[in-house]
């Protein structure tokens, strides 16, 4: 099965930066969607980026400009680059994967989930 295991959180002060690295047990990236989803407690998980098996990729209107979603085939590596924090952006972030080539948006349509990272930024 598909295994992914989140890297690279911790806490950082507004305005600073952070690389979430996920690796994956395979090498999925021709028939996988791959994404970031971020959720704070008691509240549902929200779509940060998604990177296709195409190389395409969407972003959040909250994180556009700031954030870049990439993948890495060889070392079977997904990266989110976190450029300029902000508290609002304090969250666990997870790493998730489908089998499909046109990405969805929602998480419930994602069905494998890394065990997350926790990102906090300081005022």
């Known amino acids: 099965q598909v295994q992914l295991v989140e890297s690279g959180g911790g806490s950082v002060q507004a305005g600073g930066s952070l690389r979430l690295s996920c690796g994956i047990s395979?090498?999925?990236?021709?028939?996988?969607?791959m994404a970031w989803f971020r959720q704070a407690s008691g509240k549902g998980r929200e779509r940060v980026a998604i990177?296709?098996?195409?190389?395409?990729?969407s972003y959040a209107d909250s994180v556009k400009g700031r954030f870049t979603i990439s993948q890495d085939n060889a070392k079977n590596t997904l990266y989110l680059q976190m450029n300029i924090l902000k508290p609002e952006d304090t969250d666990m972030y997870y790493c998730?994967?489908?089998?499909?080539?046109?990405?969805?948006?929602?998480?419930?349509?994602?069905?494998?989930w890394g065990q997350g990272t926790q990102v906090t930024v300081s005022s």
């Open positions: 998730a994967a489908r089998w499909a080539r046109a990405c969805p948006l929602t998480s419930d349509d994602y069905n494998y």
């Open positions: 395979a090498n999925i990236f021709s028939n996988y969607c």
């Open positions: 990177i296709a098996s195409d190389g395409s990729t």
